[in-house]
């Protein structure tokens, strides 16, 4: 602006009208001359998001999905319960990670989501919340597309916009970052000394069984993993959240239920237990509920804080696992 000959504070409007009012287009900018817009229309581009389509499931999950400035799509989802309103949000699109039970992992990854992205999809699910259901967001996950400790600069830029009080203002500890697990990028986590939370994938707890469903564990193994995420809460003070997904006869018995016990309480951690969302790509099923039952129970028994998780949005595709631009 100053070497437009404009003085600085317009700089701060026109940041505020991209960050806190989201504005797709420089017309909008009415506090703004005719002749810096015009000068902005000629110079710069803004490259926002769109809503390419939207399906509400029978339990009202909200899936989007997202156009970008390229014409590649991602997808987002809003997560409506009684006590909150959860967007989860993607990082990449696609993914460069082949977890077998996942969607998106059959995908290939295209490229990085920039900051202004992921911001946009927090935005574009933040007003689906209050046009739909007149609450607003209350959570975040990053548990959507991609794996978001590989888009590491990105996804934390977008949170401090997310965070900032004059732009979002949201909570950091309402905000939740899950990975895969790549141990390098949780310890530059702890070293970044971040606020908002941090959820492991683990969904099974011997490496024998990580390395079939999550090839990254050979690289990553849960000994590298478990030193990492005990610097992260030397760090950080900040407890653990662990998924595990439920595979039939893959890691329900009462032995892996021992194995995540014995791996769960090296850090101060809470454990969700996630129904499976089959997917056509794989041959997974999800367990039965009584096997389920006992699973969760013999980690109650022994004092773990155990959550199970049943589904939202499978009807339209929309649930964990299921991205995949269908
Ligand atoms: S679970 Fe996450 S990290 Fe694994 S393939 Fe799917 S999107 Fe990628």
Redesign the pocket.
């Known amino acids: 602006m100053l070497a437009f000959g404009e003085k600085a504070f317009r700089a701060r409007q026109i940041e505020e009208w991209l960050w806190k009012k989201s504005g797709t287009s420089f017309d909008e900018m009415t506090n703004l001359s005719l002749e810096v817009r015009d000068h902005l229309k000629s110079n710069f581009a803004i490259n926002a998001i769109t809503v390419e389509k939207t399906q509400i499931s029978a339990d009202q999950t909200i899936k989007s999905a997202f156009k970008l400035h390229d014409d590649h799509l991602i997808e987002g989802v809003l997560i409506p319960a009684d006590d909150r309103m959860t967007a989860c949000v993607s990082s990449q699109v696609g993914?460069s990670?082949?977890?077998k039970f996942?969607a998106?992992?059959y995908m290939d990854r295209k490229r990085n989501l920039d900051a202004a992205e992921i911001y946009d999809q927090v935005v574009a699910i933040r007003n689906q919340a209050e046009e739909h259901y007149n609450k607003p967001l209350t959570n975040i996950v990053f548990m959507g597309?991609?794996?978001p400790l590989l888009n590491y600069a990105n996804v934390l830029q977008s949170i401090e916009h997310i965070t900032s009080p004059k732009e979002l203002g949201m909570s950091p500890r309402r905000i939740t970052v899950s990975t895969?697990g790549i141990a390098k990028m949780i310890k530059q986590l702890a070293d970044d000394e971040v606020k908002f939370r941090l959820a492991l994938?683990l969904h099974a707890a011997n490496d024998i069984k990580r390395n079939q469903i999550m090839p990254i564990n050979e690289t990553n193994s849960l000994k590298n993993l478990k030193e990492a995420l005990q610097y992260f809460y030397k760090k950080t003070k900040s407890r653990l959240t662990f998924e595990y997904i439920v595979f039939n006869n893959f890691n329900d018995s009462l032995e892996d239920a021992e194995e995540l016990f014995r791996f769960t309480k090296q850090v101060p951690s809470k454990v969700n237990i996630i129904e499976y969302n089959p997917i056509s790509e794989a041959d997974f099923t999800n367990t039965d509920e009584d096997r389920l039952q006992k699973f969760s129970t013999f980690l109650e028994d022994r004092g773990v804080n155990v959550h199970v998780r049943h589904s939202r949005g499978k009807d339209i595709d929309a649930a964990c696992?299921q991205l995949a631009n269908k």
């Open positions: 993914c990670l082949t977890c996942c998106t992992g597309m991609g794996e895969a994938s696992g």
